[in-house]
């Protein structure tokens, strides 16, 4: 995802979400400071990306489901599975 901040377009996954585990996640502030945006303007994208990646996993989910009433429990499913590897690493 590409956003406009500070007239120049950025990669706003540079920034690292903190909830998402992919070896060092900056924090906010530090975000704030290498996109030069205020603390909650990064609180804002952070949000809007948030609510991206769950439109896009449930479109990608919504693929391999034979109905849309069977996404909700494929995710329930893939989090489930997760956290049981996340505890054996």
Known sequence: MTVLLSGKKRSAYSIG?????TGHAMSYEEA???LNVSF???KTLIHR???QYILLLRQEVG????NEA???DEIHYLCEVLVKTNSQV
């Open 70 to 72: 069977e996404i909700d």
């Open 49 to 51: 990306l948030r609510q």
């Open 32 to 34: 704030a400071s290498e």
């Open 17 to 21: 979400l903190p909830s998402v585990p």
């Open 40 to 42: 909650p303007a990064v």
């Open 63 to 66: 693929r391999t489901v034979s």
